[in-house]
């Protein structure tokens, strides 16, 4: 999804609960080919209260003033992700009668 829309000033950000970035973090990060910035998070931190993350993985689509406009707790389906990535792109059509 980065790769797709990234030319779209759609920002993606990784966050691991991994505070110190232990050797699995990083060989997955590695291994995985991710390009986009990764934040070494914990649960104490504002990041995780911010969000009041609850389950892992949790995905969340925000907005440019900052507002969740989707989240998902457990895994998500890509199909379901990039459709709500997709309509934050799609300009409504302004029909006047």
Known sequence: IFREF?????????ITLDSVGNHQTVNHI????ITYPILFDNR?????????VKSIPSLYLVNREG???RQWRGASEKS????AVRSLFVKPVNRQE
């Open 6 to 14: 990234r030319t779209d000033s759609l920002m993606v950000v990784g």
């Open 67 to 69: 507002q969740i406009i």
């Open 30 to 33: 590695e291994r995985n080919k």
């Open 44 to 52: 104490t931190s504002p990041t995780w209260l911010a969000y009041q």
């Open 80 to 83: 379901e992700v990039e459709a």
